[in-house]
């Protein structure tokens, strides 16, 4: 597909690591999954813990807790389609503890095929997303916040839809993306 798109960056935590999973079963309360409340992305709340402890759980699970996310299972066909529009890279936030980063550079290692060779290397990790944008470039994040920050600074965002936003509603997320990549492939210069 011909695109006026010059870069898409994507996160990896709500839009292709089931992170939110993972991090209820670290406090035995895998089961909140099945009675979210629509639009709430604080997990915290949701348990009725504190952040200290919230963190403090996973935090205790070092780097593994990171590496050994669960890719969903629309990870495949969701990279193929945003590849279709354009380069892309990985653009992650850290959590608090340094092994995070640690973790979450082994799950792009094991999720990323080689090519030729080399070690997948397109990724960024940091908190101020918006720092990326302009307005050829998209975020593809489950983060209202980082989405909304994204396009107030000059880029385009697409809010992958999660039971934690408000685009929890959306029953084909990538049907979604797709439609929204090739709107915005449209509206751009």
Known sequence: MDSKIEHIFVDIDGVLAD???AALA???RAEIMATWPAGERDIPKV???SRTKYWKGIDGLGCEFWSELVPYPWFKEL???IE????FSLLTAPALAPHCLEGKVMWIYKNFPRENGRLFG???IGREKHLLASPRRILIDDAEHNADQFTKHGGHSVLFPQIWNRNHAVEDRLEFV???????????D
Do not use: M, W, Y
């Open 122 to 124: 397109d990724f960024l």
């Open 84 to 87: 279709s529009f354009g380069p």
């Open 178 to 188: 797709e439609s929204q990549l090739k709107q915005f492939a449209g509206l751009i």
């Open 26 to 28: 670290v406090h035995d």
């Open 47 to 49: 348990l009725g813990l």
């Open 79 to 81: 990279i193929s389609l």
């Open 19 to 21: 992170f939110t999973s």
